[in-house]
């Protein structure tokens, strides 16, 4: 079947295409075929299949399912990320096929379920298949699974993923905002409506009485039991229950309190109130959870993961997977398989880099205009004539698209609305005008989805998991990385234009942060995009101010070379240049053994001694 497949293939992208075909490639769309056809005998694993863009994977998809047998055809589900790639994808298997083997299905592509049960291909977007498995997760029940697997009376064989899925569930709620639906509630509720209201008050009242500092800790034991002693269901009901019109009178007579004036208030709703039971319901069957304070804002977090719920496995194609490290914190799960080489050459691909800007959201929100108009003064010139995709953050977007020319060759999109589209594959250039973050919040999450609760250990610093120091950290650098890859390859230099896999000459226009970001970036472009060159591009758009050194990074670099010997406060708060209270507020994380800053002081040999009493000094000590 694989000889068939590959000269099928090769003959679809040679003639029907005018593609150029080559060993190399055959060889990726062979591996493609093979990773979706085998009968994986375990039941959890998924492959994951990263050629890269431009292989051909989509018509490769095209083909293997087209050429089936009408009788014996294995029944596929593809999920893809748009509602629009579902439908030409479901075009152009039907136009091989000769007739409508495949079916797309979504908001606007209903079908019903006997429809879809005898549709030998079903195609549907990462949003309808996360959906089914939330409904297996929160209830056990599998309608939507069932909608979308069945096949003439069994269950398809065939289960292919477009693009990185997001299989972490999370929840993240505002203390504050418990607090206050809880006090309402309690106001609103009577009997034992209003005895769990007051239980949810108290867990409010744990949370935000905690007193953090920035650091982020687990749920404690007691305090998750009072969660899981509330009855959640039971107010549910009571808000659904209680008229939009009550709830905005107990809302315009609730007290202010110190820390919230009656004038900030904000008025909460109905549906607001709903939404935030159905995540505390969620937190409590996931079992576990974890705080963070963000300038004065504490959260409730917890995560799971959603990857075999419903039993299931298949391929997921991915063309930035080895530099997403979220796949390795679910390899228990998932095998990434090893990239065919020479498939494709970027060796006529230049990557301008101009270091050390700011790139963040916040900022460019801002100052975009501002900053727009120096990176456009410095590349119109070189890139006069040429067609250019922009790429921004969405809040950057209004402040920037006047500056578009009336040629219409440049055109603007943001973050987040480009993985998987072919729109601008005739596009020269490309700017990267911004970088996508994640906050730090996202990545903890993720980790501990897939790999379960963590201790306090853990947020406090000791990280390191396989290769990465700091898999919390990593996992932003990673998630920036295959976004910004991602983006590049969205115009012409996915398309080979030889056997060798080389494509025209293309520009790359990016500013980056300095430090680790920056260089974990540059690295994963290089390592996706072989033979790509390298062009200092000095930009004259705002430069990050440099930051100051911490304080702790300061005192474990004296102690790294330090002598051996006593070392009072006062000697180092004079050494290092800071205030008593700075080294005061440090010397808090050094009496808690499981810090990070005590460990890394105990591997430098060092110890810290508290004193009480008047006359008498604090000191570290040196062996």
Known sequence: MLTSFTNQMNSHWKQSLGLVGSNALTEGWKQLAQAI????????????????????????????????????????????????????????????????????????????????????????????????????????????????????????????????FDWADTYSLIASNLRSM?????????????TAAEQLFAFSIRLTDTDLGRSDRVLDAECFDILARIDLSGLRAGIDGTSDDAFAKLIEHRPATKTELASRVERSSKPQYLEQIDQLQAIARIGHGWTSRRGGRIQLHSSRSLLGVDGAHGVILDATADVDPVYSIMSRQVDVLPRPPGIRSYRNVTLHVSYGHRVGKEHLAQ???????VVWGDVSKQLAGKRVLVCAHKSA????????????????????????????NSCE?????????????????RFIAHQGRQSDEWFSGNRKYE????????????????????????????????ADGNCKPTDIYMLLPSGTTGQAVVHAIQQQMPGIRLANWLSGATKRKARKVPTEVKLTDYFETADPGPYTKSEIA?????????????TTKLRQQSSALARKLEAYRVSYHSQTGRGKEAYFTKQ
């Not at 809880?182 to 209003?194: F, K, N, P, V, Y």
């Open 37 to 164: 056809c085998s009968r994986n005998t375990d039941p959890v694993r998924w492959q994951v299949v990263q050629l890269p863009t431009g292989s051909g994977k989509t018509e490769a998809l095209k083909v293997l399912c087209s050429m089936q047998d009408l009788i014996q055809h294995p029944g596929a589900l593809i999920v893809t990320k748009f509602r629009q790639e579902a439908d030409k994808l479901a075009d152009g298997i039907n136009e091989l096929a000769g007739w409508p083997m495949a079916r797309p299905v979504h908001n606007n592509a209903p079908a019903t379920n006997d429809q879809l049960a005898f549709a030998p291909v079903v195609i549907t977007t990462h949003a309808a298949y996360r959906l089914a498995l939330l409904e297996i997760a929160d209830t056990r029940l599998t309608d939507k699974s069932n909608r979308l697997l069945s096949y003439h009376g069994g269950k398809r064989d065939w289960i292919v993923i477009d693009e990185a």
């Open 182 to 194: 809880s006090g309402d509630l309690a106001r609103a509720m009577h009997g034992e409506l209003r």
């Open 367 to 373: 100052h975009a205009a501002k900053e727009w108009a």
């Open 397 to 424: 977007l209004p402040s920037i698209e006047p500056y578009r020319p009336r040629d219409g060759s440049v055109h603007f999109d943001n973050w987040g609305n480009l993985d998987g589209k072919n729109d601008w």
């Open 429 to 445: 250039a490309a700017i990267l005008f911004g970088l996508p973050y994640l906050d730090d919040i996202e990545p903890a999450q």
């Open 467 to 498: 290769k990465h120091t700091d898999i919390r950290p990593a996992l932003g650098d990673g998630f920036v990385a295959r976004s910004v890859v991602q983006a590049i390859n969205r115009i012409q230099c996915r398309n080979a234009t030889d």
């Open 574 to 586: 004079k050494a290092l240049g800071i205030n008593s209270s700075s080294l005061e507020r440090m």
